[in-house]
């Protein structure tokens, strides 16, 4: 069905007028309609012959003005895109031969949303699967095309977003022919064949297919095992759109059994002809896949169709049979779960770190690569799945770790808890002085931030590099002189760094620890 734009006021064959429930005249606004089809419209709707009544129809015809068709939108309130898009099926759907090829459509209080969604159900419902229908002698081929009328500063806009619905109109169509063959013609190879000459219409389109021979190379071994049986063995289908874009992009993946016997487990005769339905998974990728490079999205997308015909042989896949898998473990997904309160903390690229018992002197890095889209009702907590890096192998499938999310990852100064002096609502902290001799204790008022275990933040009033009192403050006074001991740098335990030293001065003694970012 090709659907037209236009700005003028002509009515070209039937007329369809989408018409609210209550109106009881046509709207001042809506021109172009002849006068005596215009009066016989009034009479219905004053009469309240038509109550246009949500995808009701009615056809007028007979008058010197031209036919008519009346359709019913439901309450003005209620008629959102969705309604609108119903509509448009109804109009394609009660089209009978008196209506002919050709429809005008004129609305009125529709915006732009509206009236694409309407051309989108015509173009929707004007679907047929006739291939192997035999036709009648006086069946003529009949193309319906439908013109719409709009105001002229709408027409460019109205177009562009009509074209857009087009091709996801033709996507789905694709997807149904696909479902709607039969199984003796829609095979795994028959399916990558439409696939391979499909792409050739497309420059930023690749299609790759990975035939039965392949994949036993490969050691895709589940691919094989289902479509071993049959004579048309199995293969993989994998499209690829604008493949030259860098960075993250969707992958889709659809299942595509073309027909489904259930092997050797033979499933019982009755709606057995149904089982050609799973390859729709497959189907609606290879729609999807239309609909983005028809419409000229500019992204890449990359999709993968698993195809083969499940069938009884004497080659079948038996139960009990070992089957050889292909897995990619370069890189690990670690699925976990915080609780719905900190979801506005997490978002894709969110840094990871996470161990393992395993390897317990290890940690493994990695980022968050996507947030699930619903809370759990039950545990209010929602699912999160992080990407870790695994070159060596070390990870396997399975493996229990615990990990931290680094939130807010920043540098900072970090001095031991145990330096802080709290004294009313100030804190304080002992620098010493190292620019004379002897070092000197001076106090400082500091700001602090975040604490973590045993350490805290300091937001101002310490420089890096100065030398901080973080034992022993108690025995210090601002402006005595002061003996570095020892520095902590963490590699030492408290019980070794303060143990007593014979020259030093007991009363003016003291742990140190430079401040450093953190």
């Not at 949303?113 to 419902?125: I, K, P, Q, Y």
């Not at 035939?211 to 499209?239: N, Q, T, W």
Request: charged content about 25%; aromatic content about 4%.
């Amino acid at each position: 069905m090709q659907v037209t734009i236009s700005s003028g006021n002509n009515i070209n064959g039937t007329l369809v007028l989408p018409l609210f429930e209550g109106e009881e005249t046509l709207p001042e606004i809506v021109e172009g309609i002849p006068q005596t089809l215009k009066s016989q419209i009034n009479r219905v709707l004053g009469d309240g012959d038509f109550k246009a009544k949500a995808n009701a129809t009615m056809t007028l015809m007979g008058t010197e003005g031209g036919k008519a068709m009346l359709v019913g939108l439901g309450k003005e309130a209620k008629a959102d895109v969705h309604a609108y898009r119903e509509a448009g099926a109804t109009v394609v759907a009660s089209c009978k031969k008196v209506h002919g090829d050709e429809l005008t459509v004129v609305f009125h209080g529709a915006d732009m949303d509206c009236m694409t969604s309407f051309a989108e159900g015509m173009m929707l419902r004007d679907y047929s699967y006739n291939l192997y229908k035999k036709k009648d002698e006086d069946d003529g081929d009949t193309n319906l095309s439908a013109r719409i009328n709009c105001d002229e500063g709408d027409a460019t806009t109205l177009s562009a977003a009509i074209d857009r619905a087009a091709s996801i109109v033709s996507g789905v169509h694709l997807s149904r022919d696909l479902g709607n063959c039969p199984p003796n013609d829609m095979y795994p190879m028959a399916f990558a064949e439409k696939a391979e000459l499909w792409a050739k219409q497309y420059d930023n389109v690749k299609v790759e297919v990975i035939d039965y021979d392949a994949a036993k190379r490969h050691g895709m071994g589940g691919l094989v095992a289902v479509g071993m049986g049959s004579s048309r063995k199995p293969c993989m289908v994998i499209f690829t759109l604008n493949g030259d874009q860098k960075g993250q992009h969707p992958m889709l993946v659809g299942k595509g059994i073309t027909f489904d016997t259930g092997g050797i487990s033979l499933k019982p005769g009755a709606n057995m002809d149904e089982m050609k339905y799973d390859m729709g998974g497959s189907a609606t990728v290879f729609g999807t896949m239309e609909a983005l490079a028809s419409s000229g999205y500019p992204g890449k997308v990359v999709a993968i169709t698993c195809m083969a015909e499940n069938m009884p042989a004497a080659n079948a896949q038996r139960p009990g049979d070992v089957i050889t898998t292909l897995v990619d473990d370069s890189r690990m997904k670690l699925d976990f779960t915080i609780p719905a309160l900190y979801l506005n903390t997490v978002s894709r690229g969110t840094v990871i770190e996470a161990a393992t018992p395993v390897f317990p002197n290890r940690s493994f890095a990695g980022e968050v690569a996507s947030v699930d889209s619903t809370i759990d009702p039950v545990t209010r907590s929602i699912t999160v799945r992080a990407i870790i890096p695994n070159d060596r192998r070390d990870l396997v499938p399975g493996m229990l770790m615990t990990l931290n999310l680094l939130r807010n990852e920043r540098d900072a100064i970090v001095i031991s808890e145990e330096a802080v002096i709290p004294r009313g609502a100030s804190t304080f902290v002992l620098v010493v002085d190292t620019s004379t001799e002897p070092y000197t204790a001076q106090e400082r008022q500091v700001d602090l931030g975040t604490r973590l275990p045993g350490q805290v933040e300091v937001v101002s009033g310490l420089e890096i590099g100065e030398t901080v009192i973080s034992h022993g403050t108690l025995k210090v006074r601002p402006g005595a002189p002061v003996r570095i001991h020892a520095v902590d740098d963490g590699t030492r335990p408290i019980a070794e760094l303060i143990k007593p030293d014979p020259d030093a001065v007991p009363a003016q003694a003291a742990r140190a620890s430079t401040a450093g970012d953190a």
